[in-house]
């Protein structure tokens, strides 16, 4: 079936340490993984996306990595700053079309 | 570039009401995306568009729900009669068809609330 959850609901950090979250996927057919943003009363916004034949990709303090051998997803943010509060939701792309969203992880910076 | 546009920002009716949600997406996007997103949950794909055309479905409650992307382009979501349990945003997103990217565009959404 097509469902994408993550491990945990919510996350704290201390600012400038390391994040990191997780995502578990069920669906074979999923040819992207991408990694959302959203901000209180936002839409979400786009990280990073990942292609189904990689296994790790970096962007600008961020890396996520698919191990596709137990279909799990992460999304590393170095540098934790406070900016980075928001809610962050993995997405698999299934057949090339349809967006299918877990149901976030809640990422909260301490100072 | 301009984003995603929708409107209205928020709309709070009565069970049994009837209500429309607008989108513009970007120009020049070919997919159309409207999502539900209950507060708390991961948003969920209600219908998907390529141009005018549906693509998915298969989770929009039809018998309440109807949705139309008239000369592919804007893209309205209707909700008649509306019941407590669609209070949620409602997102919409689009997306070009070109090959090698997967990112969608999200609006910033309507808040609906049923009471």
């Known amino acids: ?111 | 570039e301009a984003g995603v546009a929708q409107s209205p920002r928020y709309k709070i009716i009565e069970k049994r009401q009837s209500v429309a949600f607008w989108c513009n997406p970007i120009s020049g996007h070919a997919t159309l995306y409207w999502y539900q997103q209950i507060l708390g949950q991961g948003p969920k794909l209600l219908i998907q568009f390529q141009n005018n055309g549906v693509v998915d479905d298969s989770q929009l409650p039809k018998d309440r729900f109807s949705a139309e992307r008239l000369k592919g382009v804007d893209s309205t979501l209707k909700i008649q009669p509306a019941k407590l349990e669609d209070s949620a945003v409602y997102l919409c997103a689009s997306r070009p068809l070109r090959q090698g990217r997967a990112e969608a565009f999200f609006g910033q959404g309507t808040r609906l609330t049923v009471v």
């Open chain 1, 1 to 111: 079936g097509e469902s994408v959850g993550l491990h945990l609901p919510t996350l704290s950090v201390q600012e400038g340490d390391n994040s990191i979250i997780n995502c578990a996927y069920s669906n074979s057919a999923s040819d992207y993984f991408i990694w959302y943003k959203q901000e209180s009363g936002k839409g979400p916004q786009f990280i990073i996306d990942i292609r189904s034949n990689m296994d790790k990709r970096q962007g600008q303090r961020v890396t996520v990595l698919l191990n596709k051998t137990v279909k799990h997803l992460s999304l590393q943010i170095a540098a934790t700053q406070p900016g980075d509060s928001a809610v962050y939701f993995c997405a698999e792309r299934v057949r090339a079309q349809k967006l299918v969203f877990g149901q976030g992880t809640r990422l909260t910076i301490n100072p």
